[in-house]
């Protein structure tokens, strides 16, 4: 792909796209180019990944044909007051942020734009991504198309309704943070009974991959593959009696609803 893909902000998120995008390969370093607000950020990316960078957020808008805006949801404003005026017709504008609505990003443009509203996570850097995102009515649907090509060569990309956006972070960008968080305590209790530290992630977090990797591969409910674990009268289903007891769907589903409420309040202010 010939494409030069633009990043306005190079933090976290940021450099696992751009991450993922060289190791799949389907997208040429030099084809890429990063802006951030300071030297030792750019400096860094720059090592890391060997791609242009700059601290002139216009540069990168006037030479992009996809422009990815990789900035905090209150910054977006003043970045497209910055950049408004070099961005080229065919451009594709890409937001990353939640909250950030495609009505937002038309009217912070003020003339039709080719925008997609987005939602990547961070193991994007590995390539186990998972992109969720929509378009605005002047992006085509080779346009499109080509967009989930270059976001599902780091993972899977999915296209949704708009109206669906806002839910999408507290079910797949924020939630590895909450499956980061039981791989811990699940190393805890092997510590607890015996196990060294780095044995205890070791069991855990492969534990999570292998039964993540049932679920997409298998095609089968997860509440079916819970019940081949667990044998009548045995350790899993007094573990998941327990689970149960404490109240443990009810934390992640609360949980999920308080990040979904931040999301729509991130796009108010």
């Known amino acids: 792909m010939s494409k030069k893909i633009g990043f306005i902000g190079a933090g976290k998120m940021a450099q696992a796209i751009i991450g993922g995008i060289i190791h799949a390969g389907t997208v040429s370093s030099e084809d890429l180019v990063a802006s951030a607000a300071s030297n030792e950020t750019i400096s860094k990316v720059q090592q ?3 791609i242009d960078t700059t601290t002139d957020n216009k540069i990168v808008a006037e ?3 996809i422009l990815i805006l990789a900035v905090k949801p209150n910054l977006h404003m003043a970045v497209i ?6 961005i080229k017709p065919h451009t594709i504008v890409i937001t990353i942020a939640a909250g950030i609505s495609l009505k937002f990003l038309e009217e912070a443009f003020a003339r039709n734009i080719k925008a997609i509203r987005s939602m990547p996570n961070t193991p994007s850097l590995i390539g186990e ?4 995102l929509c378009a605005n009515k002047f992006v085509t649907e080779e346009e499109l198309r080509e967009v989930v ?3 599902s060569c780091f993972g899977k990309a999915e ?4 109206s669906l956006m806002d839910s999408i972070p507290a079910i797949s960008a924020s939630s590895p ?11 805890d209790g092997g510590v607890k009974n015996g196990l060294t530290r780095d044995q205890s992630y070791t069991l855990a977090a492969q534990a999570v991959l292998g039964a993540a990797k049932m679920v997409l591969e298998t095609g089968k409910h997860p509440g079916e593959l819970k019940d081949e674990v667990c044998t009548p009268g045995g350790a ?8 149960e007891k404490k109240g443990f769907r009810a934390a992640v589903l609360s949980a999920m609803e308080k990040c979904t409420e931040k999301t729509k309040a991130l796009g108010k202010d």
Do not use: N
């Open 177 to 187: 943070a909450y499956v980061y968080m039981f791989i811990e305590a699940l190393a």
């Open 159 to 162: 296209v949704v309704q708009e």
């Open 48 to 50: 890391k990944f060997s």
């Open 149 to 151: 090509d270059i976001l």
């Open 81 to 86: 007051e910055e950049i408004k005026e070099f």
């Open 129 to 132: 991504g998972m992109t969720v």
């Open 236 to 243: 899993t289903i007094e573990a998941v009696a327990e689970l």
């Open 63 to 65: 030479h992009a044909d």
